[in-house]
């Protein structure tokens, strides 16, 4: 079972952390992710983490979101500054071959 946490309502060029809880078993030895899911649109994949620490960004969040892992306590972190009103969104962390899903927590950035 995975669950997140951190969102809530934010001005434009404000941050945001989530966190992410999950089982030893989801985590250790997998690639896990953050995705987000905004109204009217796909889920997609917006960082990933190995377990080693290498990390992958989508275009549009390159340079403005930091995702980390913390294996010993099953936990991963999403930072995110500079937010954009087009970063509203639920967001969700699963592995990077998506298992069951959490209940995502909402960011929502206003003008």
């Known amino acids: 079972q995975l669950v997140e946490s951190g969102g809530g309502l934010v001005q434009a060029g404000g941050s945001l952390t989530l966190a992410c809880a999950g089982s030893r078993s989801i985590f250790r030895l997998n690639v896990m992710g953050w995705y987000r899911q905004a109204p009217g649109k796909q889920r997609e994949r917006v960082a990933t983490?190995?377990?080693?620490?290498?990390?992958w960004y989508e275009d549009s969040v390159k340079g403005r979101f930091t995702i980390s892992r913390t294996d010993a306590e099953n936990t991963m972190y999403l930072r995110m500054n500079s937010l954009k009103p087009e970063d509203t969104a639920i967001y969700y962390c699963?592995?990077?071959?998506?298992?069951?899903w959490g209940q995502g927590t909402q960011v929502t950035v206003s003008q």
């Open positions: 983490i190995t377990p080693v620490g290498s990390t």
């Open positions: 699963n592995k990077y071959r998506p298992g069951t």
